[in-house]
């Protein structure tokens, strides 16, 4: 199963995250998760 992401979901996304987490948090989770899986 695969879904097709627009670049601009993804820069949406990690423009929220990095206004919603600190660095050392946003460091955590985004070397723990990858963006192909369900976030």
Do not use: P, Q, Y
């Not at 879904?3 to 723990?32: P, Q």
């Amino acid at each position: 199963k695969g879904v097709m992401i627009e670049h601009r979901n993804t820069v949406n996304f990690l423009s929220w995250a990095h206004t919603a987490f600190d660095g050392a948090a946003l460091e955590k989770t985004l070397f723990s998760t990858s963006l192909n899986f369900d976030l």
